[in-house]
């Protein structure tokens, strides 16, 4: 059975870098077909997505958040990760990664992680 | 303000069947296809429907899901206590982004 759980800090100052990992357990993220995404939600607010990423390295990024994110992938530690730069208290979210499964016209989300809450304060 | 239009909330009593819409344009549900996810308090999302209304092994078919045009519906039929959660429906959009509804809370009275 597929698992993903992110890890990082719980704490980042303002306009530092918001640095996590997602580990896949159960499956290679280096499976054909699928994407590995970041997903976030601000407490009480809907869904965000971040970015997905191939295991090849290839991405894609919100319009919205492009110019501030980074996502990488390490196939050899079966992780991928999320670089989220000059941070405000508006990146105050839960932020959770899932396989992105992506096929032409179809797109959806599945397994996600847990979630990780990520506060910007000083 | 979300691309992609779903009702604040539902209600409806045990036993009863109720309807989620999202509501969208061309650039995104009108020529893709719609997944729909559920969150019970405190837990991460999980999929309900993808492809417009598949369901993932593991989830009652008391869940379905369609779309016509622009606009796409989830529906729950035998309402149970335990579907008391939000449901967010998601779609690719033209603007080259992956887009979520703003979430509509469900609560069985």
């Known amino acids: 059975q597929l698992q993903l759980q992110e890890s990082g800090p719980g704490l980042v100052k303002p306009s530092e870098t918001l640095s996590l990992t997602c580990t896949v357990s159960g499956g290679s993220i280096s499976s054909s077909s699928y994407y590995w995404g970041w997903i976030r939600q601000p407490p009480g607010k809907g869904l965000e997505w971040i970015g997905s990423?191939?295991?090849?390295?290839?991405?894609y990024y919100n319009p919205s958040l492009k110019s501030r994110v980074t996502i990488s992938v390490d196939t050899s530690k079966n992780q991928f990760s999320l670089k989220l730069s000059s941070v405000t208290a508006a990146d105050t979210a839960v932020y959770y990664c899932?396989?992105?499964?992506?096929?032409?016209?179809?797109?959806?989300?599945?397994?996600w992680g847990q979630g990780t809450l990520v506060t910007v304060s000083s | 303000q979300s691309v992609l239009t779903q009702p604040p909330s539902v209600s409806a009593a045990p036993g009863q069947k109720v309807t989620i819409s999202c509501s969208g344009s061309?650039?995104?549900?009108?020529?893709?296809?719609v997944s729909w996810y559920q969150q019970l308090p405190g837990t991460a999302p999980k999929l309900l429907i993808y492809?417009?209304?598949k369901r993932p092994s593991g989830i009652p078919d008391r869940f379905s899901g369609s779309k016509s045009g622009t606009s796409a519906t989830l529906g729950i039929t035998g309402l149970q206590t335990g579907d008391e959660a939000d449901y967010y429906c998601?779609?690719?959009?033209?603007?080259?982004?992956?887009?979520f509804g703003g979430g509509t809370k469900l609560t069985v009275l």
């Open positions: 492809d417009n209304n």
């Open positions: 061309s650039s995104n549900i009108g020529n893709n296809y």
């Open positions: 990423i191939y295991y090849s390295g290839s991405t």
């Open positions: 899932a396989r992105h499964e992506w096929i032409q016209l179809k797109n959806w989300f599945d397994p």
């Open positions: 998601g779609t690719w959009d033209s603007s080259l982004s992956v887009l």
